[in-house]
Structures are given as structure tokens and as C-alpha cells.
């Protein structure tokens, strides 16, 4: 799960996709990063935890980081918030391999807008990012 900084909408994305895997018994390696720099090791941003704990999920104790290059040996599937994040970590690609594993997170080309100047926008975008991350587990046809 990936985003501009790593502190609102990834790690969202990274304890929303975790509270589903785990209740579907999926067997799935969660992160998140941001591909800029500015948080790597700050926690999740107030209101991102604040909204994802009245929804029963805790990312309090996740840490920013930012994508590597090695992202695409460790994930099967890189899932991106918006275009301009989308074309930074193609551009970390290697190989067309690389660049298959990466999509954005909502269906057609739909970007998950950035919450950090809105704090109204927090609970719809997490409304969003659910909304996608069921998406596409009930895609592994394991949702059952």
C-alpha cells in the first residue's frame, strides 16, 4: 500500500487490509510506504488512527517508511493511492515484471484523495480505502 508520505492513507490502506486478511484467514504479508521521504519511522497521522480505531483497527503502532526498489522482490501485488504515486513507483521499476505487480488501489483509475489538508475527508476516505480493499479480497475467492 503505497502513498505520498506514509502516514494517512497507506497505513489506512496497510491495517484495513490486515483487519480483513485476518478475518478471512488469509496468510498475506501487509506493508505500506509512501514514496517520499519526509515521515520515515513518524507514526500514522492522528486523525488516520483516530478514524480507523472507531472502525475497531489499530495502526498506532505502525512506523512511516518509504518504497524501495526491493519492494517489488518482497510483494506480490504493490497497490498505489493516486496517479502521481502510481508513475513514482513505476519509475523504481526494473523490469516490466516490476511494473506489472502495481495498480491503484480503487477501480477505474479512481484516485483515493489525500486527506492531510481536510479533516472531514479522513472517514470518507477510509470509507473508500475499505471499500477497495474488500475489493479485492473477495477477488482471491477466499472471501467466503
Known amino acids: 500500500m503505497v502513498c505520498l508520505g506514509n502516514i494517512c492513507r497507506s497505513p489506512l490502506a496497510e491495517g484495513i487490509m490486515r483487519h480483513l486478511a485476518a478475518e478471512k484467514h488469509l496468510d498475506w504479508t501487509i506493508d505500506s510506504a509512501g514514496t517520499g521521504s519526509w515521515h520515515v519511522g513518524d507514526p500514522p497521522d492522528a486523525r488516520s488512527v483516530r478514524v480507523a480505531r472507531k472502525y475497531g483497527i489499530d495502526i498506532s503502532g505502525l512506523r512511516g517508511r518509504q518504497f524501495q526498489t526491493t519492494d517489488f522482490d518482497a510483494f ?62 473477495a477477488a482471491t475467492g477466499l472471501s467466503k
Open 76 to 137: 506480490d501485488r504493490i497497490f498505489v493511492m493516486d496517479l502521481d504515486n502510481y508513475r513514482d513507483v513505476l519509475r523504481k521499476a526494473r523490469t516490466e515484471a516490476d511494473r506489472s505487480k502495481v495498480q491503484l488501489l480503487l477501480e477505474r483509475q479512481q484516485p483515493v484523495p489525500d486527506p492531510w489538508y481536510d479533516d472531514a475527508l479522513f472517514e470518507p476516505v477510509f470509507k473508500l480505502i475499505l471499500n477497495g480493499c474488500e475489493r479485492i479480497v
